[in-house]
């Protein structure tokens, strides 16, 4: 028999569990990643803000699909934290692409997730070799997600997770090219 359908809070709480004892790039809690994520996600409803709390359980802990689902995950969360989630042998140029097919959820979740990995104050923190290696990454990211997706869903998310991305955003709108 399936589980009820879990809260946001339970979902939180299943994250912070399923994070505990890992720490980010910079030593910071993990979980601390996935909540700013999950709350760029707050305006577009609680599927999307769960997606945000787990989108990395399948890549960074032992929890599998199905083990989610058993707990009482919906499907569509689930399936957006697939769509996310590394492949074995998938560079990140290609996930990146595949998620732009994977519908306007699976953009926005990657799209917050590259906005807090952008973060400045997050960036600072590393190592100038490593800094310009990921910020070249997550620039190249953000030009293959941001045509995918309606731009004021990106402002939306940008402006919580990261405004320092709004100038790159405005100046790619006045420049004509889609975001």
Do not use: C
Not at 6 to 33: N, S
Not at 65 to 74: C, E, H, I, S, T
Not at 140 to 162: C, F, H, K, S, Y
């Amino acid at each position: 028999m399936k589980k009820p359908v879990m809260t946001l809070a339970e979902v939180d709480a299943l994250a912070e569990a399923a994070h505990a004892g890992q720490f980010d790039k910079i030593g910071v809690p993990y979980i601390e990643h996935v909540r700013a994520v999950a709350a760029g996600l707050a305006p577009f409803g609680d599927e999307l803000v769960m997606a945000g709390f787990l989108h990395d359980v399948i890549e960074d802990t032992d929890w599998t699909a199905d083990q989610l689902r058993g707990a009482g995950v919906p499907d569509h969360v689930v399936a957006l934290v697939e769509a996310v989630t590394n492949e074995r042998g998938v560079t990140y140029e290609e996930k990146v692409a595949r998620i732009t097919g994977q519908g306007r959820d699976a953009v926005l979740l990657k799209v917050a997730d590259n906005a807090h990995n952008s973060h400045p104050d997050r960036a600072a923190q590393l190592p100038e070799e490593k800094r310009t290696r990921l910020a070249a990454k997550y620039r190249t990211a953000r030009d293959i997600l941001w045509p995918a997706v309606e731009g004021r869903g990106i402002e939306t998310i940008v402006q919580i997770v990261n405004p320092s991305l709004l100038d790159e955003l405005r100046e790619r709108q006045s420049a004509g090219s889609p975001a």
